[in-house]
């Protein structure tokens, strides 16, 4: 009889004992993601029968175009309004000495105490016609009347900006933290200006953090709900909109299912195209 190997025997036992702690994190996944996912492309091929009539319909008629259209362009646009709002935000904080980043952090951060329920119903209030914001406006002369800045894709793009901008400036912050400022005052040794070291220096090492804010601002937007449900007035429909009316007014849910499955789909080939271009580890910070 063969005798087993002692590491061989240890190898088994550290294999098991990983699986054995690993196994709820398991369970979870497989309960919250594999099995609903796995629900939902069955319902979209499935009608009384195997059919492919739901993703038809998707690609073929007016209103899911115009749909994932809008919903595309407000994500592009809510993902470049807050990297130019983050990005210098990221910057002061990781430059700063405390307690002062402390506070710009605390600052970006007090949102995700609050409900996006809530913040949505505060936007409401402020950019409504008799709103804070027209009303100052008008005060300081510079409107006659009041200005349309709620119930459209104005109103829907300002309130995602708000509430998305912190999930941009942690990334970046957490990137441009890990950034040796010996850099910086080694280019200005070499007799490069603070413009040129930053563009040539600093700028292309904080990539990683841009990418990850762009793909997590971006995947964010495109399911969003309430926020475009509340300022957009019923003239915004973005995507998730239509899955939800599908449900509520048609009891459809083999066409809610098909387009859940089709954004799905267009968030794992933005992933994929962005891990492409620059790892998924460095996007996550590790070295």
Not at 6 to 26: C, F, I, K
């Amino acid at each position: 009889m063969t005798a087993i190997d002692p590491s061989l025997r240890y190898r088994r036992r550290e294999q098991g004992l990983m699986l054995l702690l690993a196994s709820p994190a398991v369970i979870v996944i497989l309960a919250l993601v594999v099995i609903p996912v796995g629900w939902l492309m069955t319902q979209s091929v499935y009608d009384n029968g195997f059919t492919l009539e739901h993703y038809r319909r998707i690609f073929s008629e007016d209103i899911y175009w115009r749909s994932f259209g809008l919903t595309f362009r407000i994500a592009l646009i809510v993902t470049v309004m807050t990297l130019i709002l983050g990005y210098p935000v990221a910057y002061a904080a990781a430059h700063v000495k405390r307690p002062w980043d402390v506070l710009i952090l605390a600052f970006v951060i007090l949102p995700f105490w609050t409900s996006v329920l809530v913040r949505a119903y505060a936007w409401l209030v402020l950019l409504q016609r008799t709103g804070v914001t027209n009303q100052m406006l008008e005060g300081l002369g510079l409107i006659t009347e009041p200005l349309a800045l709620v119930h459209n894709e104005l109103g829907t793009i300002i309130a995602t900006v708000h509430i998305l901008l912190p999930f941009m400036v942690l990334p970046l912050y957490s990137t441009m933290q890990k950034i040796p400022r010996e850099l910086m005052l080694a280019g200005a040794s070499l007799g490069g200006g603070p413009l040129h070291s930053f563009l040539r220096i600093f700028l292309p090492l904080s990539l990683p953090g841009v990418a990850a804010g762009l793909t997590l601002v971006f995947v964010l937007t495109l399911g969003f709900y309430i926020t475009p449900e509340l300022l957009g007035g019923g003239r915004t429909i973005m995507i998730s909109m239509v899955v939800s009316r599908n449900v509520e007014l048609y009891n459809e849910w083999g066409a809610a299912s098909a387009v859940g499955v089709v954004l799905l789909l267009c968030v794992l080939a933005i992933f994929m195209a962005v891990s492409r271009i620059i790892p998924l580890d460095k996007m996550l910070g590790q070295k």
